[in-house]
Antibody, heavy 114, light 114 residues
């Protein structure tokens, strides 16, 4: 059974940093591109970033480029999102998802507030 | 950038009646490989998104056959032949472009029981 479990969310001050993790199981993680998608409270879905299965290529939404870094550790079957220079409008539930968006994690809340 | 526009944004439906959601893209979604990467997702209250339909009309495993997707070019439709109580939630269309990478969601359509 495919499972994606996010962790690392919480409350952070504006300008601060946070690292999210997504632990994968039930499939060959090292063969699959992965994504992060976020959803601001009461709002719609927004794609954030994606990473090639071997980590060699990454892409970002314009709104997070230069501030967020997606990475992965295939030995640990874990996807990461390093977020820095956080702003209030980064407040959202962050989901990890497999390529094709066929499986999603349960999401983790990140709140940016002073 | 590709903009995805859904209508209606709110959809009250009587149990057992059909429902239809439109999704229009600002550009043709036909890729060089002839496929159109248009997905439909369901997000029930308090849950993660779930993919229902991929590449316009392919139903995911476990999705009831009352859900169907159709369309081409810039106009796409999700239909529910007979709405059931468990269908309550928000439905999103999403286009995927591999290069340059872009994944764009529609605003979402909230389906409720009348």
């Amino acid at each position: 059974e495919v499972q994606l479990v996010e962790s690392g969310g919480g409350l952070v001050q504006p300008g601060g940093s946070l690292r999210l993790s997504c632990e994968a199981s039930g499939f060959t993680f090292s063969s699959i591109w992965m994504h992060w998608v976020r959803q601001a409270p009461g709002k719609g879905l927004m794609w954030v970033a994606r990473i090639h299965y071997d980590g060699s290529s990454t892409s970002y939404a314009e709104s997070v480029k230069g501030r967020f870094t997606i990475s992965r550790d295939n030995a640990k079957s874990t996807l990461y999102l390093q977020m820095s220079s956080l702003r209030a409008d980064d407040t959202a539930i962050y989901y990890c998802a497999r390529a094709g968006f066929d499986y999603w994690g349960q999401g983790i809340l990140v709140t940016v507030s002073s | 950038d590709v903009v995805m526009t859904q209508s209606p944004l709110s959809l009250p439906v009587t149990l057992g009646q059909p429902a239809s959601i439109s999704c229009r893209s600002s550009q043709s979604l036909v890729h060089s490989d002839v496929n159109s990467y248009l997905n439909w997702f369901q997000q029930r209250p308090g849950q993660s998104p779930r993919r229902l339909i991929y590449q316009v009309s392919n139903r995911d495993s476990g999705v009831p056959d009352r859900f169907s997707g159709s369309g081409s070019g810039t106009d796409f439709t999700l239909k529910i032949s007979r709405v059931e109580a468990e269908d309550v939630g928000v439905y999103y269309c999403m286009q995927a472009r591999n290069w340059p990478p872009m994944y764009t969601f529609g605003q979402g359509t909230k389906l409720e029981i009348k």
